[in-house]
Each structure stands twice: as structure tokens, then as C-alpha cells.
């Protein structure tokens, strides 16, 4: 008995579990990539890697967006549909302006201005009703989600929406051009990232929305706006929808009652695959874009190699989707039984 | 040692030699304890002594290091995740344990629901869940949902729960911490039957009147490491005290600064109609502390609430420095100087899976900002000092805080409130779960923080603290002020008086008038 209690011992190691938590989702990366390029070589050619950025580009922007949501405690299930309603309504808008005033740059910085407001306009609304009429956001975005797509296929017609030859002439170059030999929809992907990643990790909003999502009492205790906050990640998300959009329209010049199907459940998969915890007071932006790349990984993969079937790339990501929730579910309970006082 | 005369019953449940370290941090160093039928074993020590580890220890929860655990004289390996309530081991721990969402009839029959077939007894499960709520004297519904409860009700639950057990053995980690005066006196009754009828009982808690009043033997820790196990009959409070802190404790209260008579007053309420607060009207100065004291249930943390804008006001007046004020929520509150630190650490006041920096200026991230980004060297050097000030012990700072100690929890939200630098801070149960060395220290520091010119409202369900601390002092009954004293009036029986409706002060005649 004549040990001597160290009192606070200098900090040891981090913790291996936490380690492997944060690099897990790399890790997954790395090994998918390695297989990738065993089962062929052409996987890692320039032409495929450049594929594979641009097509994770749409998913992951959203999905950006879809780590605050997620991150605070909330879902958004309506980013597929809306997505579609946005394209559906700037193709309309960039007609008409084609119509009326002749082709010129502003009919797509009209289209591009009008994508915006939509997203901002339809995250706030789903923000204003999770919070303000305070309905679950599950069912919130279910209905918006429904709304949306039924709009698209009104406008379309049931049909599809197509963008005027002219205008799609100026606006090609958004999806298909390079900067630096990097696509255009990969360098707004990067800085959407970015800034997603220092709003989550250097700024109050990115602690509150942890903190929401953990325990929203204690964020109310705290003197922290919650209804404000929450709303303001539904509008972030929005934004990002519109983003992608604004990217999308140029790749086909249409949009359709298909547009955009399942895409909430790609971004939410994206999310997830990332680490942040699908109920709350966890998030990693990086992980997130990670989790986008990874989806589109193996899509590509099964479309490169005959061992597969590329019909199965649904199956794939599921499986991929329960393994990822259930090795952080692992090392979570672990945490949460020490942390039962 | 058993401390009595009476021949000694067999030894039920024994820890031998027992050490845990939570990755390479050691809190137990080689623990010898052990527990008879009938026998009522306290353990006592400052926060983060290790007297949960122990108790979860000799629950099955956690898994020594070495050495073991002897049930009936027979090693054996306690089944993990609360099984040992099977063998007769039954717990409470320091924080709630209920499902927030169930009734309270679910809540006392979770895991042995009373069945027929396959279907549930629904009204004999309500019946039985009324009758056990009956004896503990409490008035709950058995039909409400858990988290409609206050945490002193939920812990009355809890105990609700655990003595309708079959215990053998009933271990209570800081059963009363949340509970008033008449909650702990019909807790005290109940220990006194399971006493009677052989349960063998430990219970961990800071309140050492309660534990001379309660047990045979008292076991100390210190740092992880036992100092002695002695019968009660050879301790006076004062002694257990200095082993626990290892140094003599005096003046446990800092000597009184009266305000000034002249003082200004910094809040004043007046005709105060909110939920759960029934037209109350008082005035608080500058240096002055005011203690609220009350049952539970009585209304004072409702009061507490309406002022910083926690829950809606009816109607009624609050001026701050002489300006009507309505605070629409915290920030406002804090950005006024007005500061509430609440009672419920893990529902209300803290993250639990966060650690502590970001605990500690979640109320005040605004001022750690480097341009438009967080300064995570601004909030490093803030939690150096908060730990310096409020001792805060974690053996590893980087810690989730649902790890740190119940009282280490405590202190850091102390903490996070003080951070936002308030003229007028109101407290809700200030020591709940704080050891007596640290306790000193807080008070200490509360006083210091009224003779700086500050204005705090003590709300405590500790009649010593209220009495040892406040100024003047607002006793509650029913959402009403029951009296306002001062001076010489400032008793346990005055309060207690007033608390329980037997007496009605003079002031609450001219406010309802
Ligand atoms: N799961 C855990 N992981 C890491 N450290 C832990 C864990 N649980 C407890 N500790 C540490 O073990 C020490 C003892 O904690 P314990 O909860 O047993 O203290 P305590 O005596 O009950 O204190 P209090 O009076 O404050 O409740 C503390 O330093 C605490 O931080
Ligand atoms: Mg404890």
C-alpha cells in the first residue's frame, strides 16, 4: 500500500480505439483503392480517378451539407427531390430566358441565381418547420420530399425538361472543363469541403451543432440559440443541394421525374460510412467526403471488373453501409459503458 | 469489526485485495472491504477517490485489474451490465438510471415485469408501483412518463425501484444527494426496515451527519487507497473529515460579510407568476447572497428558470438594476450578467461525451474566438485555469467528462458558469456530490464572490449550507414564498417551520394582500 496515486498523470496516448476511429474511414479508402487497382490496373489511370472525383462530387457536396444536419440531431430526407425540383426549375427559368432576352452568360447566371435562392428558400423551410412547429424532422422532410418530386414531374409533365441548345452551349463547360487538369465539379466539391470541414471544427456554429445533437437540453442551458442553429443547418444543406445542382444541369442538360432518386440515401450513406453518428453530437466533415469517394468507388470498381455483377452495386453499399455502422456502434458501446458513472 | 456486540453474521459480499486502472490510470490500489447482513457499510472520500469504481467493482459493472470479489465466501466473477441484481445484488447509481421515456410503473418493474401468459399485468403492475411509492411517502403518479419527474422525484424512483428488489445486498451510490430534509427522513425509515430484515447495506455520501446517523462501519478512501475501515461509534464528524481529506478541516463556512445597508438592489421580482412559481416577490442586493431553501417540488428552481428565461412567464415584474427586464432566453440572461448553473448535471448541464474544454466554454464560445475561428489555445489556458480555481481533478485531461467523477463533474460546471464572468449568478444545489474539502473551498469562494460585489441567490435542499452561507434566506412551500429570514431568525427549525406550512411569514401575507 505504499504506492503513491500520480496525480494527473501526464496524458497518455490518445487511445487506439479513437485512432483507428478517425482513420477508419481511410483506411477503408486505401484498401478499396488497392483492390481496385489489383482487380485492373485501369482503375488508377487519369481518365478513371478524374471519373470518379467528378461522379462523388454531387453525393459528396450534398453530403457536406447532410453532416450538420445529421450532426445537430436532425435528417434531411428531402435532397434527392429537391435536387430535382431545382433542376427542373432552372432548366424552365434558362428557357425562358433564352426565349425573351437570346442567349447570353446571364441566362445561366439566371439559372444559377435562381438555384440558389430555391436551395437556401427550401432549407429554411424545412429548418422553420422542424423547429418553429417543432414536427419531427423525419416527417418534415418526408412530405418535402414527396412535394418536390410530384412538382418536377408536374412541370416535366411526366415527361422530361430540356435545356436549350444554346444556353446548354454556354453551360457545358461547368461540368466539363478543367482547372489545372482538375474538372470543375471536383474544385467546388474541394471548397465546399474545406469550408465545411473549418465550420465544423473551427467555428462556434460547428460546436453547437455537436452540442445540439448530443444533448439539446444542455445546448438550451448553455445559452445557445438551438431553433436558430438547427435552421441554419437545413438552409446549409439547401445550399449545398443547389450547389450540386448547379453542377448536375450542365452533365445531361435535363432533368426528369428520375432526377436525383435515392440521393438522400447515398448522402446520408456517405455521411455515415464517414463516422459521424447518425443521431447526433458527432461529425466529421472529412470523413464525410471520404464516405462520398468510397460510394463511388465501388460503383466504378464493379463496372471495371466481370467478378461482380455491376446489378449488385446496391447489395455492395449496403453491406458496406451495416459494416461501418456496426464497427462504430463496437467501439461506441465500449465508450459508453466506461462512461456510465 | 464489526462494531457491534452481537455476534458477526457471515461476510456476504467481500472485495480482496482488489486494484483497477482504467487504461494505464490506476484509481484503486489494492482494496480490501467487505459487508454483513443486517449492516450498514458507508463509504466515504473526496471526489474521485475511487468509491464508484469500488461500488461498481462489487456490482459486476467493471472488472478488477486484480484481486477479486468473494460472494458468500466464494470468489466468484460478478455477470457484467447490472446481472448481478439475479444473485441479489442490487444498485443505485450516482447518476439516474432510468429510461426516460417509460412510466413510472415500467420504470419500478423494468426486468421482472409481473406477467400472465405472455401478456402483462398491467393493472397489478400500477397497483404495486403505488403501494411501494406509498411507503416511501412520495406522491407520484405511477401512470406518468419518467421525464415529466424532477431529479429528486426520479431519484425517489430509483429507490423505489431498488428496495422492491429482493436485495441481499443494496448499494447506493449518493442516494441522497438530490433529495431535501423529508425525502432523506423517509429514505432514512426505509433503511432502518431493509436493516431489520438482513439486507446487507453499503451506501457512498458526503453528508457525514448521514452517515453517523446510518452506519456501523465507515470505510474511507483517499487517492484510490484505503485509509481505514472503522466502526461508527469511534468517529465524531470531524474525524472522519480530516481522513478523508487527510488535513484538519476548520470553518467548513467563511465568516459572514453583511451587505451594506444601503446597497442597491440588483434584481428585484415582483408578483412572479411562471410554471411551477406562484406570485412571488423579493429583492436581491449587491454582496449579498440569498439562500433559498424549501422542499422539493416547492418551486425554487422554477423561479430560478423563469428569471434567466428558461420558461415562459405569466406575468409578474423583474427588474434588473432598476430596468424591467424579461430575458428571452440564456444568452440574453448571460449577456445581462445573470447566470443559472442548474442541478441536473447530466440532463441539463453538461455533454456528457465531450470533453472538458468544450464543456467548460460551451457558454461562452464567443469569447474564444481568434477572427471569425475558434482559439483552441484560448480555451486551453480557460480550462487551466478553471481547474486551478475549482480543483477539478481528472488524472487524464483529455477525458470524456461522463468519465470524470460525479464530483469532478460538479466542479466543472461551477466552472462553465463562472466563466461568463456574471454581476448576479444563481446556484442551484452548489456542493451536490462535492466532497467536504472541496465544499469548503466552493464557499470560500461564493463568499469571496459576494464581498467582490457580486449578487448570488444559494438554492439548496442542504439546510447547513443555506444557513452556514445566506445572508438572508427565502423559504418556498408550493410555488409561493412560504418566508423571507434573516439574521438570528436563520434556523434549521424556522425553516423547517415554514417549509412545511406550519408556520406562514408576515411577508407572504403582505404579498398576497
Ligand atoms: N471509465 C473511466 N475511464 C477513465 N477514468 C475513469 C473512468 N471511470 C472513473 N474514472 C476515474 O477514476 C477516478 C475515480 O472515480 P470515481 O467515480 O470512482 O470517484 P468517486 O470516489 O466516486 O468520486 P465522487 O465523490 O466525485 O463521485 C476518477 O479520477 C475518474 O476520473
Ligand atoms: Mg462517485
Known amino acids: 500500500m505504499s504506492v503513491s496515486a500520480p496525480e494527473a498523470a501526464a496524458s497518455p496516448s490518445k487511445g487506439f480505439r479513437l485512432d483507428l476511429k478517425t482513420a477508419g474511414p481511410l483506411l477503408a479508402l486505401i484498401l478499396l483503392v488497392a483492390l481496385g487497382y489489383a482487380l485492373n490496373p485501369l482503375f488508377l489511370a487519369e481518365g478513371n480517378v478524374t471519373n470518379i472525383l467528378t461522379r462523388s462530387a454531387f453525393i459528396g457536396i450534398i453530403a457536406v451539407g447532410a453532416t450538420f444536419v445529421i450532426t445537430a440531431g436532425g435528417i434531411d430526407l428531402s435532397v434527392g427531390s429537391m435536387a430535382a425540383f431545382i433542376a427542373g426549375v432552372m432548366i424552365i427559368v434558362m428557357n425562358w430566358a433564352v426565349e425573351s432576352m437570346g442567349v447570353s452568360i446571364w441566362t445561366v447566371l439566371m439559372g444559377i441565381g435562381c438555384s440558389l435562392i430555391l436551395g437556401i428558400g427550401a432549407g429554411f423551410i424545412n429548418g422553420f418547420l422542424t423547429t418553429k412547429a417543432k414536427i419531427e424532422a423525419f416527417i418534415v422532410t418526408l412530405g418535402t420530399m414527396g412535394i418536390y418530386r410530384s412538382l418536377v414531374t408536374y412541370f416535366a409533365d411526366g415527361g422530361t425538361l430540356s435545356l436549350a441548345s444554346g444556353a446548354r452551349e454556354i453551360y457545358r463547360p461547368v461540368y466539363y472543363d478543367s482547372f489545372l487538369r482538375i474538372p470543375y465539379p471536383v474544385w467546388v466539391f474541394i471548397v465546399v469541403a474545406i469550408i465545411g470541414w473549418v465550420l465544423m471544427n473551427r467555428t462556434a456554429f460547428g460546436r453547437y451543432c455537436m452540442a445540439i445533437g448530443s444533448n439539446e437540453h444542455v445546448a438550451r442551458y448553455s445559452a445557445i440559440k438551438v431553433d436558430r442553429v438547427k435552421t441554419w443547418t437545413y438552409i446549409l444543406q439547401g445550399l449545398c443541394v443547389s450547389l450540386a445542382t448547379i453542377i448536375y444541369v450542365p452533365r445531361l442538360g435535363s432533368a426528369s421525374a428520375a432526377t436525383g432518386v435515392l440521393w438522400e440515401l447515398e448522402a446520408i450513406a456517405a455521411v455515415i460510412i464517414g463516422g459521424t453518428m447518425l443521431k447526433g453530437g458527432f461529425g466529421r466533415v472529412g470523413g464525410t467526403v471520404i464516405g462520398a469517394l468510397i460510394l463511388t468507388a465501388i460503383g466504378n470498381i464493379l463496372n471495371l471488373t466481370e467478378i461482380i455483377s455491376n446489378y449488385l452495386n446496391g447489395a455492395v453499399q449496403g453491406v458496406i453501409i451495416v459494416a461501418a455502422v456496426y464497427l462504430q456502434r463496437g467501439s461506441l458501446s465500449a465508450r459508453r459503458k466506461k462512461a456510465a458513472e | 469489526m464489526a462494531g457491534q456486540g452481537e455476534p458477526a453474521a457471515p461476510v456476504v459480499l467481500a472485495a480482496k485485495r482488489v486494484s483497477k486502472a482504467f487504461g494505464e490510470v490506476p484509481v484503486l490500489f489494492s482494496i480490501d472491504f467487505d459487508i454483513r447482513p443486517g449492516e450498514v457499510h458507508a463509504i466515504i472520500g473526496e471526489n474521485g477517490a475511487g468509491k464508484s469504481t469500488l461500488i461498481k467493482i462489487l456490482s459486476g459493472l467493471e472488472r478488477p485489474t486484480s484481486g477479486h470479489v468473494e460472494l458468500d ?441
Open chain 2, 73 to 513: 465466501g466464494a470468489p466468484v466473477e460478478l455477470p457484467p451490465d447490472g446481472q448481478a441484481v439475479n444473485l441479489g445484488i442490487v444498485v443505485i447509481h450516482q447518476e439516474l438510471n432510468l429510461a426516460e421515456h417509460l412510466t413510472v410503473a415500467d420504470s419500478i418493474f423494468l426486468g421482472r415485469e409481473l406477467k400472465s401468459g405472455p401478456f402483462l399485468k398491467l393493472r397489478e403492475m400500477r397497483e404495486g408501483a403505488r403501494r411501494i411509492l406509498e411507503t416511501l411517502h412520495v406522491h407520484i403518479d405511477p401512470d406518468v412518463r419518467i421525464n415529466t419527474l424532477s431529479v429528486a422525484d426520479k431519484q425517489m424512483i430509483e429507490i423505489a425501484k431498488a428496495i422492491s428488489r429482493d436485495a441481499r445486498v443494496l448499494i447506493m451510490d449518493e442516494p441522497t444527494a438530490v433529495l431535501s430534509v423529508a425525502e432523506t427522513e423517509t429514505f432514512f425509515e426505509q433503511v432502518d426496515r431493509l436493516k431489520a430484515k438482513g439486507v446487507a447495506i453499503i451506501f457512498i455520501s458526503h453528508k457525514l451527519d448521514e452517515v453517523m446517523r446510518l452506519a456501523d462501519r465507515v470505510t474511507v478512501l483517499r487517492d484510490g487507497q484505503l485509509i481505514a475501515t472503522v466502526g461508527t461509534e469511534a468517529l465524531t464528524p470531524d474525524s472522519i473529515a480530516q481522513m478523508m481529506v487527510g488535513r484538519e478541516l476548520s470553518n467548513l463556512y467563511p465568516p459572514k460579510h453583511e451587505p451594506d445597508v444601503d446597497a442597491d438592489t440588483v434584481l428585484a421580482v415582483r408578483n412572479l407568476m411562471a410554471p411551477g412559481v406562484r406570485d412571488v416577490s423579493f429583492a436581491l442586493k449587491r454582496g449579498e447572497i440569498l439562500g433559498f431553501a424549501g422542499l422539493i417540488g416547492s418551486g425554487r428552481t422554477a423561479v430560478a428558470e423563469a428569471i434567466v428565461g428558461l420558461s415562459p412567464l405569466d406575468s409578474g415584474e423583474i427588474l434588473h438594476k432598476g430596468t424591467p427586464v424579461r430575458f428571452a432566453d440564456v444568452s440574453k440572461s448571460v449577456a445581462a450578467g445573470v447566470a443559472y448553473m442548474t442541478k441536473d448535471r447530466k440532463g441539463k448541464g453538461l455533454l456528457l461525451t465531450a470533453n472538458l474544454k468544450d464543456n467548460l466554454t460551451l457558454l461562452t464560445l464567443k469569447r474564444h474566438f481568434k477572427g471569425p475561428f475558434l482559439d483552441d489555445k484560448s480555451e486551453t489556458r480557460a480550462l487551466e485555469r478553471a481547474v486551478r480555481r475549482f480543483d477539478i481533478r481528472a488524472r487524464d485531461p483529455s477525458v470524456r467528462v461522463g468519465q470524470l467523477s460525479g464530483g469532478n463533474q460538479q466542479k466543472l460546471m461551477l466552472g462553465k458558469m463562472m466563466e461568463a464572468e456574471p454581476d448576479i449568478i444563481i446556484i442551484d444545489e452548489p456542493t451536490r456530490g462535492i466532497d467536504v474539502g472541496t465544499k469548503q473551498q466552493i464557499y470560500h469562494i461564493i463568499a469571496a464572490l459576494a464581498a467582490e460585489g457580486k449578487s448570488i441567490i444559494v438554492i439548496s435542499s442542504e439546510m447547513q449550507e443555506v444557513i452556514g452561507l445566506a445572508h438572508r434566506v427565502v423559504v418556498m412551500r408550493e410555488g409561493r414564498i412560504a418566508g423571507i429570514l434573516e439574521g438570528a431568525e436563520i434556523t434549521e427549525s424556522e425553516i423547517m417551520r415554514y417549509a412545511a406550512g406550519i408556520k406562514q411569514g408576515g411577508e407572504n401575507e403582505r404579498i398576497s394582500a
